[in-house]
C-alpha cells in the first residue's frame, strides 16, 4: 500500500463551460479520509476520476501510485460505491454481487464464493435472494456496499454513502467502513455532513466550487475558523444573569437578547476566542447556579468553515 493513495497536481476537469475541478493539488494518504463538500462542490467528479472513470481535462493524478485512466489492473485494486443507484430492479441483490465481482476476472464459482462473503458482511442474506427494486434505501446502499467490497479492495471510494439512509443504516456502514481501516484499507468517503464524517475519521479534505480549501484533521480546521469571532446561542431561564457574568470577559464582542417563537429570550454571545469561552462558560453556570439548558451554535457547521476559508 502507497503512503499516499492519492496524489493530485493542478487537476481540472471542464464540463463544456461548467467547471468540476479546477486546478486542484491535493495528497491523500493511508486511512480513512473523508471529502466534504455541499451538493456541487466537485467531490463526485474528484472521485471519478480517482478511479478512472472520467479523464481529468488538465493536470495529474496518481491512484495507488499509478495513472488511474483505463488502467485494468488498476480497477482490480480499487472498490468503487456511486452515490447514485444503477440497479436492474428485477435483478437479486446476489446476482448482481456476483456478476460485477465477474467482471474482475474471478471464475464463477469464486464470484459466488465472493459474493456470499461480502453479503454476509453487510448483514443481507435474508434479502439477497430478493429483486432489488423491492429493497429500501438503506438496503441498496448496503447491497452496494457488498459489490465494492466483494474483490478485496486496497482502496475504497464511496460517495455520499450515508445519503437517505435510515440511522440504523448509517450506524452499520460507519462501523463497516472502520472494520474496513482495521483490516489494512484505505477509504476515502464524500458527505455534506459535518458530524456523520467526524464519527468515522478526523482527517477531512474540503471541496468548494471545484477548489479544495483545507485539508488536515478537523480540530486543525476548527482552529481556522476560531480566527473568526464566533457566535454561540444560549437558553435558559436566567440568561440575563450569565450575561452579567459574560460582560466581564475581554473576549467577549457582543451580547445580545432575541425571544423565540415561544417568546423566550435567547442569548446570544459573540466571542473572539472561542476555545477560551467554551472553558470558562461551564465555571460560570455552575458557580453561580445558572438555570441553562441549551448551548448551541451558530457559526460550528459545515458551511461556515467554507464561509470563513473563503474570507
Not at 478526523?202 to 464566533?230: D, F, M, N, T
Request: hydrophobic share 40%; proline share 4%; glycine share 8%.
Amino acid at each position: 500500500m502507497c503512503a499516499n493513495i492519492i496524489e493530485a497536481v493542478d487537476l481540472s476537469r471542464f464540463y463544456g463551460k461548467v467547471v468540476g475541478l479546477n486546478q486542484v493539488n491535493a495528497t491523500i494518504q493511508s486511512g480513512i479520509t473523508g471529502l466534504l463538500g455541499p451538493n456541487g462542490a466537485g467531490k463526485s467528479t474528484f472521485q471519478k476520476i480517482m478511479i478512472g472513470q472520467i479523464k481529468p481535462s488538465k493536470g495529474q493524478i496518481s491512484t495507488l501510485g499509478q495513472n488511474p485512466w483505463k488502467n485494468l489492473l488498476l480497477y482490480k485494486r480499487i472498490g468503487y460505491c456511486p452515490e447514485y443507484d444503477a440497479f436492474y430492479y428485477g435483478q437479486t441483490g446476489r446476482h448482481f454481487v456476483t456478476s460485477l465481482v465477474r467482471l474482475y476476472g474471478f471464475s464463477s464459482s469464486e464470484s459466488v464464493k465472493l459474493a456470499n462473503e461480502a453479503i454476509k458482511i453487510v448483514e443481507m442474506e435474508g434479502a439477497a435472494d430478493r429483486a432489488i427494486g423491492g429493497y429500501s434505501k438503506g438496503m441498496k446502499q448496503r447491497i452496494k456496499f457488498a459489490q465494492a467490497i466483494a474483490h478485496d479492495p486496497e482502496l475504497l471510494i464511496m460517495d455520499e454513502p450515508l445519503a437517505g439512509a435510515d440511522p440504523v443504516t448509517r450506524i452499520k456502514l460507519m462501523v463497516l467502513i472502520k472494520d474496513m481501516s482495521k483490516a489494512g484499507k484505505s477509504v476515502i468517503v464524500s458527505s455534506h455532513v459535518l458530524h456523520e464524517i467526524e464519527k468515522i475519521s478526523p482527517k477531512i479534505l474540503l471541496v468548494y466550487q471545484g477548489k479544495v480549501l483545507a485539508s488536515g484533521k478537523i480540530h486543525e480546521i476548527r482552529e481556522l475558523i476560531y480566527q473568526y469571532p464566533h457566535e454561540v446561542k444560549i437558553k435558559g431561564v436566567e440568561v440575563r444573569k450569565l450575561a452579567e457574568h459574560m460582560l466581564s470577559l475581554s473576549h467577549i464582542q457582543n451580547i445580545s437578547f432575541i425571544k423565540d417563537e415561544n417568546e423566550e429570550e435567547v442569548l446570544y454571545i459573540k466571542t473572539s476566542n472561542p476555545s477560551k469561552f467554551y472553558g470558562q462558560l461551564p465555571k460560570i453556570i455552575e458557580s453561580n447556579k445558572l438555570n441553562v439548558f441549551h448551548i448551541s451554535s451558530t457559526d460550528d457547521n459545515l458551511d461556515s468553515v467554507f464561509r470563513y476559508l473563503i474570507r
